[in-house]
Structures are given as C-alpha cells and as structure tokens.
C-alpha cells in the first residue's frame, strides 16, 4: 500500500509538471501564424492576432487570446467583420473521458459584430473559398463512412458570459441599418437534463431591452421532444412573456400562456424605425393576453382577452402564413367601439356644413371640399382574412349605434362587409359593404335597410341637420370607383327611398305661410321657434354621377300638403330644390279631404351646404294664382 501511495505521488508530480512545463514549451507564436494561414485558406480572409496567447493544460485545458480581428469583405463598409478584445476558454480534462463535455468558463469580452449586404445583394458572412468536398458515403451509398466518433453525452457549462458585445447590420440594397450595443448576456447549464436559464440585456435604438429564457430539459428539445419554456422580453415600450410547453420537431412548437403589454402602439412603431402614419390619436396602450398554440407559421391564440385604448373585449385569433399571403381569422365581441380615436380630424369649416340654417349660418366656416388626395388600397392585397365582430354599441363621430353584428371577409384585395344585426336611435336595420381593390383604385358598393329610428337625433348626429323631426324607413342602395374622396363621389349612382311619420319640419310654419302670402309673412315664417307638423313626409331618390335627384317628395299634414323635386350636386356641394305647400280644407288633414283653400307658394331651398337659403317663389306664386 506504501509503495502504491507512493506512485500515486508521482505521477501526480509527473502531471503537475507536465502542466507547467508543457505549456512553456509550445512555440504559440508558430501556431498563432499556423492558425492565421488556416483561416486564410478556409475563408479568404485575414485574421488578426495582435494580443498574446496564453496556454494551460491543468486542471483544464484552457486558452485565452486578447485582441483579435476578423477581416471584412472587399468593399464593406468597415475594414474588419469581427473584432474581439479578449477571449478565455477552460475545458475540463476529466469528463471527456467518458464523452461529456464540461466548459469551465467561456467569457466573451468586447466582441464587435459587423454584418452587411452590399449594393449586389451579397452577404459579407458568404467566403470567397472553394465548396467543400461532399461527405463521403459507404460502399452502398447509404449513410456515411467513418470510424464514427462517439456522440456527445453530456454538456455542462459553468460560467459562460458575453461582455459588452456590439452587433452592427447594414442592409446597402434597402439602406436598412441596425445597431445594437451593450449586449451582455450569461448562460447556466449544470447539464443536459437540468434546467437551462439565459438572462441578457442589449441596447437597441437607445432604450435597453432586456431577455431570458429558461428551459426545464434541454436534452428533450435536442431530441426533438417536449420540455417547459419560459420567455421574457422586457424594456420601457414593449413587455412580453411566455409560459408554457416546446417541442423542436421538424417545426418549432409552442403552446402555453402569452401575455404582451404595449404602453403605447405608436411609440414601439416609431422605436422599431417605422412610425405609424396613421389618422386620430388612438393607438396608445394595448394588451392581449391568452393560451398561444403555434406550429411553425401557424398561430393561434384562444381564450384572448384585449385591450386597445379604452376598447375591451374578449375572442380568439389565428394567423396561418403556409400560403402566398397571411390568412387571419378572427371572433371578437367588445363592450363599446369608439372609432373616433381613429379617425382623421375634420378640415376646417367641415362642422358647419349643412346645419339647414337661413341664409348667412355657418358662412364664416366654409363649406369644406372633397379630399382629391390618392386613396391607398395596397393593405387589402396584403392578406386575406375572415372576422366575425360583436359589439354592444359603436360610437362613430357623434353617431350613437347600438348592438351591432359584423362579419368581415377579405379574400385577394376584395373586402366584404355585411352588418347583420344593428340597433340605431331606437329602430334596427341591416347592411352589405363591398370595396374591390384588386385593380388598385377602390370600387365601393353599399346596401342598408334601417326601420323605424328616429330621424332627429339620428340626422343630428350624422350630418348635424336638425331640420326634421319623426320615426324613419330608410333604403339606399349605391355604387362608385374613383382613387380620390372626389372620384368616388363624382362617379356615385345608385337609388333609394325615405319615409318620416309623425314628425316636424323645424324652422319653418307652412300653414302660417299659406295664409298670408306677403313677403314679410312668408319671411317671418322662417325662423327657429316654428314648425310644421306632418303625418308623413316621404320620397325616392336616384343618383347619377354624383348628382341626387328627388321628383316625388310628398308631405302630408293637418292643414298643408306639400309636394317637392330637385337635385343635390354631391360633387359641388349644392342644392337646388323646390317644395310647393298647399293649404288644405280642414283639420282633416291628415289623411283627410285634400280641397284648395289658398295659393301655393313654391319655395326655393338653394345654396351650398354650408349657407342653404331658403326663399319663397313669388313668381311662381302669382302665376298660380292667375290660373
């Protein structure tokens, strides 16, 4: 036992010696020009080693270089495509001999990373060297030959860093540029079947983004099955986290729990370089959690609850992009639809148009104009989708909808619409919108049936008229293509009808009128305390080329009827309108005898939108009379 002890001893000088003599002995200033002409050969390229090599061998076989450089393509924009300050690997000895790899330390220091596609399209990580041979294969041409080293065991990796790293990417076809500094980043594997765990941090476009990611068995994923992920992404303008399963198979999968927080979407659009121009000030704050199954380009995301500004609502999402283009499909019922956020502020003196005011109201404003600027139809060709919409009431300008039902269709640049169910200021009504962009200007169609809603609020808060009062049937049905807001009104024909019962005509008492065909009584007629009552107030309307005609107004009311044509320019923002009232024998008016007992008196409503006067016809009056 003495004498075993003792040879024990020495060789475990023998080997103490070797490790200190051994390292002493190796000329590394040879190796460092033999390595630099392999990597010559290898890639065409020079490699730098100014800095000194150091060499042990144990307990561990460890290596450390310092000031290392890596040259860049001919004609990249820097001379050097990697650069390194110092760099230390230790390996253990021990464990290989039982095929397990053991990494004591791998500590990255200052390394600089400048990738770059030149002017051609050509990547500077692709070598101007000769392609390698092509593995050999056994006799029967099936899986190659060779002694077949033995596979890798075990891996474990103890301190293992990246400091202070630098990523630089250069895109000179598209002039895309991205720089990312201060990447710092340490990974933890004690081995394969423990968990592994990365926390890092990077700088990018100044805010600092940090990351990790843990997996419960990494020799599970390698083998192409299950294990537990975790993913953290973090920073000032986006959050996001998942928990749940992976499985690396022929395709990445994932299924778990995701959650993203956006404090604001504008913010993180103009972070990443590509600022959202986009109308209304909506698009700040916006969270979507749910369970997340994705395989490969498939992704879907069920039991979501989200939030966009003030809007909520729950539903299920899924994006498959196997195909040419990206096909979403989409359920979502929300609480309350505020698209006000979302839309383009008004032009000015657009407020005051069309108010049915006397002659000078809303002067002051201006009438507005159609926008000639170019409608963009580009995005419907960008993907298809299917989206089924629930909500419990949208609110759109000053227009107040209620319970309303949407389906969406959007199949190669052609948008479908239909609104099945809609509640609106008490009535109810249903509705088809069509936009076809596949010939790159925007080809519109609408349909709507609306019954039994109450006009005043409703042309309120549409078009802010509050000329007419009562319950309304309304259909419309129209057509148009143009590539501006003027084009489209300009080519718009299509036809409709309107029906009013039990309501007024506000700022105008007919009856009084009638009665007394002075100027000054027919002036005075006009003013904001009168009104005429009416039973009904009906009409059908046909549209051409931008131009609404109406030959069959027809109004009936206790004392008056009234009859009514014209036309409203849409293109010039015009009316050019006649009515003629009619007093009527008696009371019975409604409905009732329908004898003369006065003179007609044509009124003339005429003017733009914004100014509309509204004037009796004297000389039409007169000649009636003559008759």
């Not at 040879?7 to 475990?12: D, H």
């Not at 999402?317 to 505020?338: C, H, Q, W, Y």
């Amino acid at each position: 036992m003495k004498k075993l002890l003792i040879g024990l001893g020495v060789v475990v000088v023998l080997l103490i010696a070797a490790a200190v003599i051994v390292p002493m002995l190796i000329p590394l200033e040879r190796y460092k020009s033999e390595i630099q002409a392999q990597v010559k050969e290898k890639t065409g390229r020079d490699l730098r080693i100014d800095g000194d090599i150091s060499l042990s061998v144990f307990p561990t076989l460890a290596v450390s270089v310092e000031n290392v450089g890596f040259a860049n393509a001919a004609g990249a924009t820097t001379p050097e495509m990697a650069t390194i300050d110092r760099l230390d690997v230790a390996l253990r000895l021990l464990p290989l001999l039982s095929q397990e790899v053991a990494i004591d330390h791998f500590i990255l220091e200052k390394p600089i990373i400048n990738l770059e596609i030149d002017p051609q399209g050509r990547p500077n990580w692709q070598f101007d060297t000769v392609e390698a041979a092509a593995p050999s294969t056994s006799a029967g041409g099936g899986a190659p030959s060779g002694g077949g080293g033995a596979s890798l065991s075990e891996l474990r990796l103890g301190d293992v860093r990246l400091v202070d790293g630098t990523l630089n990417y250069i895109d000179r076809q598209s002039g895309q540029e991205v720089n990312v500094s201060a990447v710092n980043m340490e990974l933890s594997l004690p081995s394969l079947s423990s968990p592994f765990a990365a926390d890092g941090s990077a700088v990018w476009n100044s805010r600092t983004v940090g990351l990790k990611i843990g997996a419960e068995n990494p020799q599970a994923l390698m083998s192409g099955q299950a294990s537990n992920l975790t993913m953290a992404v973090e920073s000032d303008v986006v959050t996001f986290s998942f928990d749940g399963a992976a499985r690396n198979a022929q395709t990445l999968g994932l299924q778990g729990k995701l959650a993203l927080d956006v404090p604001s979407i504008r913010e993180l659009a103009a972070w990443t370089g590509n600022p959202l121009d986009f109308p209304g000030e909506g698009l700040g704050p916006f969270n979507i959690a749910g369970e997340l199954e994705m395989t490969g380009a498939k992704v879907a995301l069920t039991n979501a609850a989200i939030k966009l500004d003030e809007i909520a609502g729950q539903g299920l999402f899924s994006v498959d992009a196997t195909g040419a283009k990206p096909m979403i499909r989409a359920e979502l019922a929300v609480e309350e639809l505020n698209v006000n956020p979302y839309l383009p502020p008004e032009p000015e003196g657009e407020q005051n148009a069309a108010s049915g005011g006397s002659s000078g109201d809303g002067a002051a404003g201006g009438g507005g104009e159609w926008s000639d600027e170019p409608i963009d139809v580009s995005a419907l060709a960008a993907l298809n989708a299917d989206l089924a919409f629930d909500a419990g009431g949208i609110l759109f300008k000053d227009l107040k909808i209620g319970k309303s039902s949407l389906k969406v269709v959007l199949k190669d640049s052609k948008l479908t619409a239909d609104l099945a169910e809609v509640q609106l200021y008490d009535g109810a009504g249903k509705g088809r919108i069509e936009v076809d962009g596949s010939s790159g200007k925007p080809a519109i169609a609408a349909d709507f049936d609306l019954a039994s809603f109450q006009a005043g609020p409703f042309l309120v808060d549409l078009a802010k008229f509050d000329r007419i009062l009562g319950t309304a049937d309304s259909k419309i049905s129209v057509k148009a293509t143009g590539g501006s807001q003027r084009e489209l009104v300009s080519n718009l024909n299509g036809n409709g009808s309107v029906v009013f019962r039990d309501g007024a005509i506000k700022g105008v008492n007919l009856a009084a009128m009638m009665r007394n065909i002075s100027v000054a009584a027919i002036e005075n007629s006009f003013d904001d305390a009168q009104a005429t009552d009416f039973a009904e107030l009906s009409g059908t309307f046909k549209i051409d080329k931008g131009v609404v005609r109406n030959d069959d107004l027809s109004l009936i009311a206790p004392l008056v009827r009234m009859t009514g044509a014209g036309e409203v320019p849409l293109p010039p923002r015009t009316i050019d309108y006649t009515v003629k009232p009619k007093l009527v024998g008696s009371l019975e008016g409604q409905g009732g005898a329908s004898d003369l007992a006065g003179v007609g008196v044509p009124i003339k409503v005429t003017g733009p939108w914004h100014d509309i006067s509204y004037k009796p016809d004297l000389a039409g009056a007169l000649k009636n009379q003559m008759k």
